[in-house]
């Protein structure tokens, strides 16, 4: 990897130093708490990374939709993306991820159809049914 594609991670976690499991992310510009239940225990603080894998896909599939409506001219007047995690241990893979898209505005069936069709291009949802590889390196001091 090049030293100029190292410059901004994608995002970064750091351990809140406060004996939890309360960790500091960071993506983009925005630094939020992640955490877990107090069931599995933490402190339910913020969203587990389940949750925020979650929340990558529904927001890019907002985002994915709203870019393909406006480069087409459709009109969109609202949108919402509900994303929910379920466990299967006896499927093969064990996550499955449920999305829920609501989409209202001055569109046809077929244009209704077509974005359903382009919801399954958004790049987090190929992230998540194609798989990505992890590359593990050792950071310094």
Known sequence: ????????????ATDSGHGG?????????????????????GLDLGPDPHELVAA???ACTTMTL???ANRKGWTISHMHVEVFSHFDKDQT???????VITIEGDLTDEQ??????????????????KGARVVTTVGGN
Do not use: K, N
Not at 93 to 99: I, K
């Open 1 to 12: 990897m090049t030293e100029a594609l190292r410059t901004r991670p994608f995002a970064t």
């Open 21 to 41: 499991l309360q960790t500091f992310v960071t993506a983009g510009p925005s630094t939020i708490v992640a955490d877990i239940s107090v069931a599995q225990g």
């Open 56 to 58: 990558g896909l529904a």
């Open 66 to 68: 709203r870019l393909y």
């Open 93 to 99: 893979p064990h996550e499955r991820f449920e999305r």
């Open 112 to 129: 209704l159809e077509r974005l359903f069709e382009i919801a399954d291009r958004c790049p987090i949802h190929q992230l998540l049914t």
